[in-house]
Protein backbone atom coordinates (compact mmCIF):
# COMPACT_ATOMS: atom_id res chain seq x y z
CA UNK A 1 0.00 0.00 0.00
CA UNK A 2 2.84 2.72 0.77
CA UNK A 3 5.13 1.56 -2.11
CA UNK A 4 1.62 2.21 -4.19
CA UNK A 5 0.44 5.60 -2.53
CA UNK A 6 4.36 6.47 -3.07
CA UNK A 7 3.58 5.59 -6.91
CA UNK A 8 0.34 7.39 -7.19
CA UNK A 9 1.57 10.90 -5.96
CA UNK A 10 4.46 11.10 -8.29
CA UNK A 11 2.60 9.65 -10.88
CA UNK A 12 -0.05 12.37 -10.59
CA UNK A 13 3.11 15.43 -10.03
CA UNK A 14 5.37 13.78 -13.39
CA UNK A 15 1.87 13.66 -14.99
CA UNK A 16 1.42 17.58 -14.71
CA UNK A 17 5.04 17.80 -15.53
CA UNK A 18 5.15 16.15 -18.84
CA UNK A 19 1.89 17.74 -19.88
CA UNK A 20 2.75 21.23 -19.24
CA UNK A 21 -0.06 21.91 -16.75
CA UNK A 22 0.70 23.88 -13.79
CA UNK A 23 -0.59 22.20 -10.10
CA UNK A 24 -2.19 25.16 -9.27
CA UNK A 25 -4.51 25.34 -6.51
CA UNK A 26 -7.24 24.43 -8.58
CA UNK A 27 -5.68 21.19 -9.14
CA UNK A 28 -4.35 20.57 -5.54
CA UNK A 29 -6.77 18.05 -4.59
CA UNK A 30 -5.86 15.36 -7.01
CA UNK A 31 -2.89 14.84 -4.77
CA UNK A 32 -4.22 13.45 -1.27
CA UNK A 33 -7.66 12.21 -3.24
CA UNK A 34 -5.90 9.95 -5.61
CA UNK A 35 -3.63 8.22 -2.98
CA UNK A 36 -7.02 7.71 -1.38
CA UNK A 37 -8.75 6.92 -3.69
CA UNK A 38 -6.06 4.56 -5.29
CA UNK A 39 -5.52 2.60 -2.08
CA UNK A 40 -9.25 1.91 -1.65
CA UNK A 41 -9.98 0.88 -5.19
CA UNK A 42 -7.25 -1.37 -5.03
CA UNK A 43 -7.99 -2.74 -1.69
CA UNK A 44 -11.31 -3.51 -2.64
CA UNK A 45 -10.45 -5.11 -5.52
CA UNK A 46 -8.58 -7.99 -3.43
CA UNK A 47 -4.93 -5.91 -4.99
CA UNK A 48 -3.48 -6.88 -1.93
CA UNK A 49 -4.23 -10.22 -1.23
CA UNK A 50 -2.21 -11.93 -4.19
CA UNK A 51 0.76 -13.75 -3.20
CA UNK A 52 4.06 -11.04 -5.03
CA UNK A 53 6.12 -14.11 -5.61
CA UNK A 54 3.62 -15.52 -8.33
CA UNK A 55 3.16 -12.72 -10.19
CA UNK A 56 2.41 -13.53 -14.26
CA UNK A 57 1.82 -11.45 -16.96
CA UNK A 58 -1.55 -11.46 -16.56
CA UNK A 59 -1.47 -9.43 -13.69
CA UNK A 60 -0.89 -6.46 -15.59
CA UNK A 61 -3.88 -6.44 -16.98
CA UNK A 62 -5.85 -6.75 -14.02
CA UNK A 63 -3.61 -3.68 -12.80
CA UNK A 64 -4.68 -2.05 -15.88
CA UNK A 65 -7.96 -2.30 -15.18
CA UNK A 66 -8.07 -1.15 -11.93
CA UNK A 67 -6.28 1.98 -12.64
CA UNK A 68 -9.08 2.13 -15.15
CA UNK A 69 -11.67 2.14 -12.21
CA UNK A 70 -9.76 4.31 -9.93
CA UNK A 71 -9.35 7.00 -12.22
CA UNK A 72 -13.41 6.90 -13.78
CA UNK A 73 -14.19 6.81 -9.57
CA UNK A 74 -11.83 10.24 -9.63
CA UNK A 75 -13.80 11.61 -12.62
CA UNK A 76 -16.68 10.72 -10.46
CA UNK A 77 -15.15 12.25 -7.33
CA UNK A 78 -14.77 15.99 -9.07
CA UNK A 79 -18.22 15.95 -10.56
CA UNK A 80 -20.04 14.98 -7.49
CA UNK A 81 -18.43 18.20 -5.61
CA UNK A 82 -17.61 20.78 -8.06
CA UNK A 83 -13.90 20.02 -8.12
CA UNK A 84 -11.86 21.22 -11.38
CA UNK A 85 -10.53 18.33 -13.42
CA UNK A 86 -7.42 18.33 -15.49
CA UNK A 87 -7.34 18.25 -19.42
CA UNK A 88 -7.60 14.81 -20.97
CA UNK A 89 -3.95 14.36 -21.80
CA UNK A 90 -3.05 14.70 -17.87
CA UNK A 91 -5.38 11.79 -17.15
CA UNK A 92 -3.96 9.67 -19.48
CA UNK A 93 -0.57 10.30 -18.35
CA UNK A 94 -1.66 9.92 -14.83
CA UNK A 95 -3.07 6.19 -16.38
CA UNK A 96 -0.21 5.29 -18.17
CA UNK A 97 3.08 6.45 -15.70
CA UNK A 98 0.37 4.87 -12.66
CA UNK A 99 0.12 1.40 -14.66
CA UNK A 100 3.61 1.40 -15.81
CA UNK A 101 5.55 2.05 -12.60
CA UNK A 102 2.93 -0.18 -10.27
CA UNK A 103 3.55 -3.22 -13.14
CA UNK A 104 7.17 -2.84 -12.87
CA UNK A 105 7.35 -2.73 -9.18
CA UNK A 106 5.04 -6.24 -9.14
CA UNK A 107 7.77 -7.58 -11.11
CA UNK A 108 11.03 -6.35 -9.11
CA UNK A 109 9.15 -7.70 -6.28
CA UNK A 110 8.41 -10.91 -7.57
CA UNK A 111 11.75 -10.95 -8.66
CA UNK A 112 13.62 -10.15 -5.24
CA UNK A 113 11.43 -12.81 -3.53
CA UNK A 114 12.50 -15.46 -5.71
CA UNK A 115 15.98 -14.29 -5.67
CA UNK A 116 16.14 -14.52 -1.93
CA UNK A 117 14.28 -17.68 -1.58
CA UNK A 118 16.84 -19.44 -4.02
CA UNK A 119 20.03 -18.25 -2.34
CA UNK A 120 20.17 -21.46 0.20
CA UNK A 121 18.89 -23.62 -2.28
CA UNK A 122 20.90 -25.77 -4.14
CA UNK A 123 19.77 -25.55 -8.10
CA UNK A 124 19.73 -28.00 -10.70
CA UNK A 125 21.32 -26.93 -14.28
CA UNK A 126 19.05 -28.41 -16.65
CA UNK A 127 18.26 -27.71 -20.38
CA UNK A 128 15.01 -27.99 -22.15
CA UNK A 129 14.36 -29.93 -25.22
CA UNK A 130 11.71 -28.18 -26.78
CA UNK A 131 11.84 -23.97 -27.91
CA UNK A 132 7.87 -24.13 -28.28
CA UNK A 133 5.02 -23.39 -26.00
CA UNK A 134 5.10 -26.00 -23.76
CA UNK A 135 9.13 -25.35 -23.05
CA UNK A 136 8.69 -21.46 -22.44
CA UNK A 137 5.81 -22.23 -19.54
CA UNK A 138 8.39 -24.84 -18.10
CA UNK A 139 11.05 -22.29 -17.78
CA UNK A 140 8.76 -20.18 -16.23
CA UNK A 141 7.27 -22.33 -14.05
CA UNK A 142 10.66 -23.37 -12.72
CA UNK A 143 11.73 -20.22 -12.20
CA UNK A 144 9.02 -19.69 -10.07
CA UNK A 145 9.99 -23.00 -8.33
CA UNK A 146 13.58 -22.12 -7.75
CA UNK A 147 15.04 -25.78 -7.59
CA UNK A 148 16.25 -25.22 -11.21
CA UNK A 149 18.31 -23.26 -13.37
CA UNK A 150 17.81 -23.12 -16.96
CA UNK A 151 21.11 -22.74 -19.10
CA UNK A 152 19.61 -23.59 -22.29
CA UNK A 153 17.01 -24.73 -25.03
CA UNK A 154 16.90 -27.44 -27.39
CA UNK A 155 15.57 -27.71 -30.48
CA UNK A 156 15.86 -29.34 -34.24
CA UNK A 157 13.72 -26.43 -35.68
CA UNK A 158 17.05 -24.28 -37.75
CA UNK A 159 14.47 -21.33 -37.46
CA UNK A 160 14.72 -21.20 -34.37
CA UNK A 161 18.55 -22.04 -33.80
CA UNK A 162 20.13 -19.14 -32.21
CA UNK A 163 17.18 -17.40 -30.81
CA UNK A 164 16.41 -17.04 -27.20
CA UNK A 165 13.54 -17.36 -25.04
CA UNK A 166 13.39 -14.75 -21.84
CA UNK A 167 17.04 -14.49 -22.56
CA UNK A 168 17.95 -18.03 -22.49
CA UNK A 169 19.69 -18.78 -26.03
CA UNK A 170 17.93 -22.00 -28.04
CA UNK A 171 21.09 -24.31 -29.87
CA UNK A 172 20.91 -27.67 -31.80
CA UNK A 173 20.37 -30.92 -30.38
CA UNK A 174 23.57 -31.69 -32.12
CA UNK A 175 25.57 -29.20 -29.47
CA UNK A 176 24.24 -30.74 -26.66
CA UNK A 177 27.55 -33.12 -25.95
CA UNK A 178 29.60 -30.10 -25.80
CA UNK A 179 27.68 -28.91 -23.30
CA UNK A 180 26.95 -32.11 -20.85
CA UNK A 181 29.57 -31.36 -18.22
CA UNK A 182 27.17 -27.88 -17.44
CA UNK A 183 24.29 -29.45 -17.17
CA UNK A 184 22.34 -32.56 -14.44
CA UNK A 185 18.70 -32.73 -16.38
CA UNK A 186 17.57 -32.78 -19.45
CA UNK A 187 13.81 -31.86 -19.82
CA UNK A 188 11.71 -33.07 -22.58
CA UNK A 189 9.20 -30.18 -23.39
CA UNK A 190 7.27 -31.70 -26.06
CA UNK A 191 3.70 -32.97 -24.86
CA UNK A 192 2.51 -34.12 -28.64
CA UNK A 193 5.32 -36.04 -29.30
CA UNK A 194 4.84 -39.00 -31.49
CA UNK A 195 6.13 -42.11 -30.30
CA UNK A 196 8.66 -42.57 -33.19
CA UNK A 197 9.99 -39.27 -32.38
CA UNK A 198 10.03 -39.57 -29.13
CA UNK A 199 12.12 -42.80 -29.03
CA UNK A 200 14.59 -40.71 -31.99
CA UNK A 201 14.58 -38.10 -29.46
CA UNK A 202 15.45 -40.08 -26.58
CA UNK A 203 18.01 -42.74 -28.34
CA UNK A 204 20.28 -39.33 -29.37
CA UNK A 205 20.38 -37.99 -26.04
CA UNK A 206 20.57 -40.90 -23.66
CA UNK A 207 24.09 -41.06 -24.26
CA UNK A 208 25.41 -38.04 -22.80
CA UNK A 209 24.62 -39.45 -19.13
CA UNK A 210 22.68 -36.79 -18.14
CA UNK A 211 18.73 -37.75 -16.36
CA UNK A 212 16.48 -37.50 -18.77
CA UNK A 213 12.36 -36.27 -17.51
CA UNK A 214 9.95 -35.62 -19.54
CA UNK A 215 6.78 -33.21 -18.96
CA UNK A 216 3.00 -35.16 -18.78
CA UNK A 217 0.84 -35.45 -22.08
CA UNK A 218 -0.60 -33.14 -23.54
CA UNK A 219 -3.97 -34.83 -22.63
CA UNK A 220 -3.16 -35.21 -18.57
CA UNK A 221 -2.41 -31.29 -18.45
CA UNK A 222 -5.52 -30.67 -20.70
CA UNK A 223 -7.52 -32.63 -18.68
CA UNK A 224 -6.16 -31.30 -15.47
CA UNK A 225 -4.66 -34.27 -14.11
CA UNK A 226 -1.11 -32.75 -14.27
CA UNK A 227 0.38 -29.83 -14.37
CA UNK A 228 3.47 -28.64 -16.89
CA UNK A 229 5.78 -29.09 -14.32
CA UNK A 230 5.40 -32.49 -12.82
CA UNK A 231 8.57 -34.31 -14.06
CA UNK A 232 8.79 -37.73 -14.42
CA UNK A 233 11.20 -40.33 -15.46
CA UNK A 234 11.36 -41.43 -19.66
CA UNK A 235 9.24 -44.98 -18.72
CA UNK A 236 10.92 -47.85 -20.59
CA UNK A 237 7.12 -48.90 -21.45
CA UNK A 238 6.48 -45.64 -23.22
CA UNK A 239 9.63 -46.88 -25.38
CA UNK A 240 9.04 -50.00 -26.21
CA UNK A 241 4.97 -49.14 -27.76
CA UNK A 242 4.36 -48.82 -30.67
CA UNK A 243 2.12 -46.14 -32.01
CA UNK A 244 -1.45 -46.73 -31.24
CA UNK A 245 -3.36 -48.94 -33.51
CA UNK A 246 -7.26 -47.71 -32.74
CA UNK A 247 -9.88 -50.28 -31.81
CA UNK A 248 -12.57 -51.41 -33.87
CA UNK A 249 -15.28 -49.97 -31.68
CA UNK A 250 -18.07 -52.04 -32.64
CA UNK A 251 -15.64 -55.19 -31.75
CA UNK A 252 -15.14 -53.48 -27.82
CA UNK A 253 -18.89 -52.65 -27.08
CA UNK A 254 -20.59 -55.10 -29.07
CA UNK A 255 -19.79 -57.97 -26.89
CA UNK A 256 -19.82 -56.35 -23.87
CA UNK A 257 -22.20 -53.48 -23.32
CA UNK A 258 -25.00 -54.61 -21.58
CA UNK A 259 -23.87 -57.59 -20.86
CA UNK A 260 -23.59 -59.71 -17.39
CA UNK A 261 -19.54 -59.70 -17.33
CA UNK A 262 -17.28 -62.41 -14.75
CA UNK A 263 -13.59 -61.37 -14.77
CA UNK A 264 -12.06 -64.04 -12.51
CA UNK A 265 -8.42 -62.89 -11.35
CA UNK A 266 -9.76 -59.47 -11.40
CA UNK A 267 -6.63 -58.72 -8.78
CA UNK A 268 -4.32 -59.73 -11.25
CA UNK A 269 -2.55 -57.29 -13.38
CA UNK A 270 -4.66 -58.47 -16.53
CA UNK A 271 -7.61 -59.11 -14.26
CA UNK A 272 -6.77 -55.25 -12.69
CA UNK A 273 -6.63 -53.96 -16.27
CA UNK A 274 -10.27 -56.22 -18.18
CA UNK A 275 -11.95 -54.67 -15.01
CA UNK A 276 -10.90 -51.39 -15.33
CA UNK A 277 -11.71 -50.85 -19.12
CA UNK A 278 -14.76 -53.17 -19.50
CA UNK A 279 -16.69 -51.07 -16.78
CA UNK A 280 -16.30 -48.10 -18.90
CA UNK A 281 -17.68 -50.37 -22.26
CA UNK A 282 -20.96 -50.06 -20.16
CA UNK A 283 -21.80 -53.48 -19.07
CA UNK A 284 -25.31 -54.41 -17.71
CA UNK A 285 -23.28 -55.98 -14.27
CA UNK A 286 -19.47 -56.74 -13.64
CA UNK A 287 -18.67 -59.27 -10.90
CA UNK A 288 -15.26 -59.25 -9.87
CA UNK A 289 -13.67 -62.69 -8.05
CA UNK A 290 -10.42 -63.41 -6.86
CA UNK A 291 -8.76 -65.50 -3.78
CA UNK A 292 -5.97 -62.39 -3.01
CA UNK A 293 -8.26 -59.88 -0.16
CA UNK A 294 -5.96 -57.05 -0.44
CA UNK A 295 -5.82 -57.32 -4.79
CA UNK A 296 -9.68 -57.75 -4.62
CA UNK A 297 -9.74 -54.33 -2.67
CA UNK A 298 -7.71 -52.28 -4.48
CA UNK A 299 -9.39 -52.82 -7.86
CA UNK A 300 -12.51 -52.93 -5.86
CA UNK A 301 -11.75 -49.48 -4.30
CA UNK A 302 -10.17 -48.25 -7.91
CA UNK A 303 -13.65 -48.73 -9.41
CA UNK A 304 -15.94 -48.06 -6.59
CA UNK A 305 -14.16 -44.34 -7.00
CA UNK A 306 -15.15 -43.89 -10.72
CA UNK A 307 -18.84 -43.70 -9.44
CA UNK A 308 -20.63 -45.33 -12.65
CA UNK A 309 -23.93 -45.75 -11.26
CA UNK A 310 -25.33 -47.25 -14.13
CA UNK A 311 -23.31 -50.58 -13.71
CA UNK A 312 -24.38 -52.91 -10.75
CA UNK A 313 -20.82 -53.96 -9.93
CA UNK A 314 -19.27 -56.28 -7.23
CA UNK A 315 -16.73 -57.93 -5.89
CA UNK A 316 -16.52 -61.43 -4.59
CA UNK A 317 -14.17 -63.41 -2.44
CA UNK A 318 -13.24 -66.89 -3.78
CA UNK A 319 -11.47 -69.70 -5.27
CA UNK A 320 -12.50 -70.44 -8.89
CA UNK A 321 -11.51 -74.01 -8.65
CA UNK A 322 -14.54 -74.04 -6.00
CA UNK A 323 -17.63 -75.41 -8.87
CA UNK A 324 -20.45 -74.90 -5.96
CA UNK A 325 -19.08 -70.98 -5.83
CA UNK A 326 -18.19 -70.88 -9.31
CA UNK A 327 -22.02 -71.96 -10.51
CA UNK A 328 -23.64 -69.77 -7.61
CA UNK A 329 -22.49 -66.52 -8.74
CA UNK A 330 -22.93 -67.52 -12.72
CA UNK A 331 -26.50 -68.13 -12.04
CA UNK A 332 -27.48 -65.58 -9.13
CA UNK A 333 -25.69 -62.79 -11.37
CA UNK A 334 -26.35 -64.50 -15.03
CA UNK A 335 -22.96 -64.12 -16.31
CA UNK A 336 -22.88 -63.77 -20.44
CA UNK A 337 -19.26 -63.91 -20.72
CA UNK A 338 -16.66 -65.10 -18.91
CA UNK A 339 -12.94 -63.19 -18.81
CA UNK A 340 -10.45 -66.47 -16.80
CA UNK A 341 -7.31 -64.58 -16.05
CA UNK A 342 -6.65 -66.60 -12.67
CA UNK A 343 -3.67 -68.32 -12.22
CA UNK A 344 -0.45 -68.65 -10.52
CA UNK A 345 1.94 -66.90 -13.28
CA UNK A 346 5.49 -66.78 -11.67
CA UNK A 347 8.14 -68.93 -13.27
CA UNK A 348 10.17 -69.12 -10.37
CA UNK A 349 7.45 -69.59 -7.64
CA UNK A 350 5.62 -71.73 -9.56
CA UNK A 351 8.86 -73.96 -10.44
CA UNK A 352 9.29 -74.20 -6.09
CA UNK A 353 5.61 -74.92 -5.78
CA UNK A 354 4.66 -77.22 -8.19
CA UNK A 355 1.27 -78.76 -6.49
CA UNK A 356 -0.18 -75.22 -5.75
CA UNK A 357 0.66 -74.09 -8.89
CA UNK A 358 -0.52 -77.03 -11.20
CA UNK A 359 -3.36 -77.31 -8.43
CA UNK A 360 -4.82 -73.65 -9.33
CA UNK A 361 -4.03 -73.04 -12.93
CA UNK A 362 -5.51 -76.54 -14.07
CA UNK A 363 -8.36 -76.85 -11.86
CA UNK A 364 -9.56 -73.54 -11.72
CA UNK A 365 -9.86 -73.68 -15.43
CA UNK A 366 -11.69 -76.77 -15.71
CA UNK A 367 -14.22 -75.69 -13.15
CA UNK A 368 -14.72 -72.63 -15.11
CA UNK A 369 -15.35 -74.68 -18.21
CA UNK A 370 -17.15 -77.16 -16.63
CA UNK A 371 -20.10 -74.66 -14.82
CA UNK A 372 -20.17 -72.75 -17.78
CA UNK A 373 -21.22 -75.86 -19.76
CA UNK A 374 -23.72 -76.67 -17.65
CA UNK A 375 -25.36 -73.88 -17.30
CA UNK A 376 -24.50 -72.55 -21.09
CA UNK A 377 -23.13 -69.06 -20.29
CA UNK A 378 -22.46 -67.47 -23.58
CA UNK A 379 -18.35 -67.01 -23.60
CA UNK A 380 -15.28 -68.09 -21.41
CA UNK A 381 -12.63 -66.27 -22.60
CA UNK A 382 -9.05 -67.86 -20.94
CA UNK A 383 -5.78 -65.68 -20.77
CA UNK A 384 -2.88 -68.03 -21.71
CA UNK A 385 0.63 -66.94 -22.02
CA UNK A 386 3.54 -67.70 -24.84
CA UNK A 387 5.13 -70.05 -21.94
CA UNK A 388 2.21 -72.81 -22.65
CA UNK A 389 4.24 -73.22 -26.07
CA UNK A 390 6.55 -75.86 -25.80
CA UNK A 391 6.96 -75.43 -22.14
CA UNK A 392 10.06 -75.55 -20.29
CA UNK A 393 8.89 -74.84 -16.75
CA UNK A 394 6.30 -76.33 -14.83
CA UNK A 395 3.62 -73.08 -14.81
CA UNK A 396 4.23 -73.47 -18.53
CA UNK A 397 3.11 -77.08 -18.27
CA UNK A 398 0.35 -75.98 -16.53
CA UNK A 399 -1.16 -73.26 -18.36
CA UNK A 400 -0.70 -75.55 -21.84
CA UNK A 401 -2.92 -77.96 -19.89
CA UNK A 402 -4.77 -75.71 -19.34
CA UNK A 403 -5.60 -74.77 -23.23
CA UNK A 404 -5.96 -78.41 -23.96
CA UNK A 405 -8.72 -78.29 -21.63
CA UNK A 406 -10.23 -75.21 -22.52
CA UNK A 407 -9.95 -76.98 -26.37
CA UNK A 408 -11.41 -80.33 -24.95
CA UNK A 409 -14.89 -78.19 -24.02
CA UNK A 410 -14.79 -76.22 -27.29
CA UNK A 411 -14.72 -79.22 -29.55
CA UNK A 412 -17.47 -81.19 -27.55
CA UNK A 413 -19.49 -77.78 -28.50
CA UNK A 414 -18.60 -76.47 -31.89
CA UNK A 415 -21.35 -78.53 -33.82
CA UNK A 416 -23.90 -76.26 -31.96
CA UNK A 417 -23.24 -72.84 -32.37
CA UNK A 418 -26.28 -71.81 -29.17
CA UNK A 419 -23.64 -73.66 -27.24
CA UNK A 420 -20.87 -71.98 -24.45
CA UNK A 421 -18.10 -70.40 -26.83
CA UNK A 422 -14.80 -71.61 -25.60
CA UNK A 423 -11.57 -69.71 -26.75
CA UNK A 424 -7.89 -68.41 -26.06
CA UNK A 425 -6.00 -65.31 -26.68
CA UNK A 426 -2.45 -65.62 -26.03
CA UNK A 427 0.45 -63.04 -25.54
CA UNK A 428 3.78 -62.71 -23.91
CA UNK A 429 5.43 -60.53 -21.79
CA UNK A 430 3.24 -57.32 -20.31
CA UNK A 431 5.01 -53.88 -19.23
CA UNK A 432 4.85 -53.50 -15.54
CA UNK A 433 2.92 -56.66 -14.20
CA UNK A 434 4.30 -57.62 -11.20
CA UNK A 435 7.00 -59.92 -11.07
CA UNK A 436 8.33 -58.65 -14.89
CA UNK A 437 11.64 -57.24 -15.31
CA UNK A 438 10.85 -53.50 -15.32
CA UNK A 439 9.75 -52.58 -12.26
CA UNK A 440 12.68 -55.17 -10.73
CA UNK A 441 15.21 -53.41 -12.82
CA UNK A 442 13.93 -50.06 -11.57
CA UNK A 443 14.40 -50.91 -7.69
CA UNK A 444 17.68 -52.52 -8.58
CA UNK A 445 19.02 -49.05 -10.46
CA UNK A 446 17.29 -47.24 -7.41
CA UNK A 447 19.55 -49.54 -4.74
CA UNK A 448 22.64 -48.63 -6.74
CA UNK A 449 22.29 -51.81 -8.91
CA UNK A 450 23.91 -54.38 -9.77
CA UNK A 451 20.59 -55.11 -12.31
CA UNK A 452 20.96 -58.92 -12.03
CA UNK A 453 20.44 -60.53 -15.71
CA UNK A 454 19.40 -63.92 -15.93
CA UNK A 455 21.44 -64.46 -19.47
CA UNK A 456 22.84 -61.94 -21.91
CA UNK A 457 21.04 -63.37 -24.90
CA UNK A 458 17.44 -63.64 -23.10
CA UNK A 459 14.99 -62.34 -25.87
CA UNK A 460 11.02 -61.34 -25.12
CA UNK A 461 8.53 -59.90 -26.40
CA UNK A 462 6.93 -57.04 -24.65
CA UNK A 463 3.12 -55.10 -24.71
CA UNK A 464 1.83 -52.61 -22.32
CA UNK A 465 -1.39 -54.27 -20.46
CA UNK A 466 -3.70 -51.61 -21.77
CA UNK A 467 -2.99 -52.36 -25.21
CA UNK A 468 -2.91 -56.03 -24.34
CA UNK A 469 -6.27 -55.91 -22.78
CA UNK A 470 -8.04 -53.97 -25.07
CA UNK A 471 -6.97 -56.29 -27.84
CA UNK A 472 -8.26 -59.50 -25.59
CA UNK A 473 -11.52 -57.88 -25.56
CA UNK A 474 -12.22 -57.43 -29.00
CA UNK A 475 -10.38 -60.63 -29.69
CA UNK A 476 -13.47 -62.01 -27.30
CA UNK A 477 -16.22 -60.35 -29.92
CA UNK A 478 -14.60 -62.32 -32.72
CA UNK A 479 -14.40 -65.62 -30.97
CA UNK A 480 -16.26 -68.26 -32.63
CA UNK A 481 -15.31 -71.71 -30.27
CA UNK A 482 -11.93 -73.58 -30.46
CA UNK A 483 -9.32 -70.77 -31.48
CA UNK A 484 -6.04 -69.66 -30.02
CA UNK A 485 -5.98 -65.64 -31.08
CA UNK A 486 -2.39 -64.57 -30.82
CA UNK A 487 -1.50 -61.11 -30.04
CA UNK A 488 1.06 -59.39 -32.43
CA UNK A 489 3.48 -58.33 -29.78
CA UNK A 490 5.72 -56.22 -32.24
CA UNK A 491 9.82 -56.78 -32.46
CA UNK A 492 11.25 -59.29 -29.71
CA UNK A 493 13.68 -57.06 -27.48
CA UNK A 494 17.28 -58.48 -25.63
CA UNK A 495 16.77 -57.90 -22.32
CA UNK A 496 20.69 -57.05 -21.83
CA UNK A 497 19.37 -54.05 -24.16
CA UNK A 498 16.65 -53.08 -22.25
CA UNK A 499 18.29 -53.10 -18.94
CA UNK A 500 21.14 -50.77 -20.33
CA UNK A 501 18.78 -48.10 -21.63
CA UNK A 502 17.18 -48.12 -18.61
CA UNK A 503 20.29 -47.40 -16.64
CA UNK A 504 20.92 -44.33 -19.45
CA UNK A 505 17.37 -42.94 -18.64
CA UNK A 506 17.83 -43.03 -15.19
CA UNK A 507 21.09 -40.61 -15.33
CA UNK A 508 23.60 -43.60 -14.42
CA UNK A 509 26.64 -44.77 -16.67
CA UNK A 510 26.87 -48.52 -17.26
CA UNK A 511 29.57 -50.15 -15.59
CA UNK A 512 31.89 -52.77 -17.64
CA UNK A 513 35.04 -53.43 -18.60
CA UNK A 514 35.21 -50.50 -20.72
CA UNK A 515 34.28 -48.10 -18.49
CA UNK A 516 35.41 -49.80 -14.23
CA UNK A 517 33.96 -46.40 -13.24
CA UNK A 518 30.79 -46.53 -14.19
CA UNK A 519 27.92 -46.14 -11.79
CA UNK A 520 25.86 -49.80 -11.92
CA UNK A 521 26.81 -52.77 -13.39
CA UNK A 522 24.71 -55.50 -15.16
CA UNK A 523 25.38 -58.99 -13.47
CA UNK A 524 24.48 -62.54 -15.39
CA UNK A 525 23.48 -65.15 -13.12
CA UNK A 526 22.42 -67.85 -15.09
CA UNK A 527 19.49 -68.87 -16.24
CA UNK A 528 16.88 -70.31 -13.83
CA UNK A 529 14.92 -73.47 -14.15
CA UNK A 530 12.49 -74.15 -17.12
CA UNK A 531 13.67 -70.72 -18.33
CA UNK A 532 13.98 -70.15 -22.19
CA UNK A 533 16.40 -67.91 -24.02
CA UNK A 534 13.48 -67.40 -26.68
CA UNK A 535 9.95 -67.63 -26.16
CA UNK A 536 7.48 -68.21 -29.20
CA UNK A 537 3.29 -67.65 -29.63
CA UNK A 538 2.74 -70.30 -31.65
CA UNK A 539 2.61 -74.58 -31.19
CA UNK A 540 2.36 -74.53 -35.51
CA UNK A 541 3.81 -71.98 -38.02
CA UNK A 542 0.20 -71.08 -39.59
CA UNK A 543 -1.93 -68.39 -38.44
CA UNK A 544 -4.34 -66.45 -39.79
CA UNK A 545 -5.65 -62.64 -40.01
CA UNK A 546 -8.56 -61.34 -38.44
CA UNK A 547 -10.59 -57.92 -39.11
CA UNK A 548 -8.09 -56.38 -36.76
CA UNK A 549 -4.48 -55.82 -37.75
CA UNK A 550 -2.78 -57.05 -34.33
CA UNK A 551 -5.21 -59.77 -33.42
CA UNK A 552 -3.95 -63.65 -35.56
CA UNK A 553 -5.96 -66.80 -34.74
CA UNK A 554 -4.82 -69.98 -35.01
CA UNK A 555 -6.29 -73.95 -34.67
CA UNK A 556 -3.81 -76.07 -32.59
CA UNK A 557 -4.73 -79.99 -32.01
CA UNK A 558 -6.24 -81.38 -29.52
CA UNK A 559 -6.32 -83.99 -27.15
CA UNK A 560 -8.51 -87.09 -27.21
CA UNK A 561 -11.50 -86.44 -24.20
CA UNK A 562 -11.64 -89.73 -22.92
CA UNK A 563 -7.46 -89.44 -21.76
CA UNK A 564 -7.69 -85.83 -21.23
CA UNK A 565 -10.32 -86.70 -18.34
CA UNK A 566 -8.92 -89.86 -17.27
CA UNK A 567 -5.62 -88.05 -17.12
CA UNK A 568 -6.86 -84.95 -14.79
CA UNK A 569 -8.69 -87.20 -12.57
CA UNK A 570 -5.53 -89.29 -12.02
CA UNK A 571 -3.40 -85.96 -11.38
CA UNK A 572 -5.93 -84.39 -9.25
CA UNK A 573 -6.13 -87.21 -6.38
CA UNK A 574 -1.90 -87.41 -6.93
CA UNK A 575 -1.85 -83.56 -6.15
CA UNK A 576 -4.05 -84.11 -3.09
CA UNK A 577 -1.92 -87.13 -1.99
CA UNK A 578 1.55 -84.91 -2.76
CA UNK A 579 2.93 -87.25 -4.83
CA UNK A 580 4.94 -85.13 -7.07
CA UNK A 581 6.85 -87.31 -8.93
CA UNK A 582 3.51 -89.30 -10.40
CA UNK A 583 1.91 -85.62 -10.60
CA UNK A 584 4.62 -84.85 -13.06
CA UNK A 585 4.94 -88.16 -15.00
CA UNK A 586 0.75 -87.80 -15.45
CA UNK A 587 1.32 -84.01 -16.93
CA UNK A 588 4.05 -84.92 -19.23
CA UNK A 589 1.62 -87.34 -20.70
CA UNK A 590 -0.63 -85.00 -21.46
CA UNK A 591 1.83 -82.17 -22.63
CA UNK A 592 4.79 -84.56 -24.14
CA UNK A 593 6.63 -81.61 -25.57
CA UNK A 594 7.72 -80.73 -21.41
CA UNK A 595 10.27 -82.26 -20.52
CA UNK A 596 10.79 -82.02 -17.02
CA UNK A 597 14.26 -83.04 -15.81
CA UNK A 598 12.72 -84.08 -12.52
CA UNK A 599 11.04 -87.24 -13.46
Known amino acids: MLIDGLIIFFSVLASFSLGFEDLTNNYYWILNKSIFLGIFIFFITKQYTGLSRYNQSKDVFIILFRNILFLLNLYIYSKLFGLTFPPLRIFILIFILNSVFISFSRIIISTTINYVKSLNRKKKNVIIYGAGEAGAQLSASLNINGNYNVINFVDDDINLIGRTINGIKIINSDNIGKIKKEFDQILIAIPSLSIIKRIEIINKIQNYGNEVLQIPSIDEIKSGKAKIDNLSPISIESLMRRESVKPIKELLFRGIQDKSVCVIGAGGSIGKELSRQIIL ?90 VAKAINIEKVIFISTDKAVRPTNVMGASKRLSELIVQNFASQNNSNPKLTTFSMVRFGNVLGSSGSVVPKFKEQIKKGGPITLTHPEVVRYFMTIPEAVQLVIQASEMAKGGEVFLLDMGKPVKIKDLAEQMIKLSGFSLKNKFNPNGDIEIVNIGLRPGEKLYEELTISTKSEKTMHKLIFKTYESGIDSDKLLSNLKKIKEYLKKRNLKLVFMTLSTLVPEWKNPRI
Open 281 to 370: LKPKRLILIDLSESSLYEINDEISNLNISSTNFRSILGNAIDEKFIKEIFLKYKINIVFHAAAYKHVPIVEDNPIEGIYNNVFSTFSICS
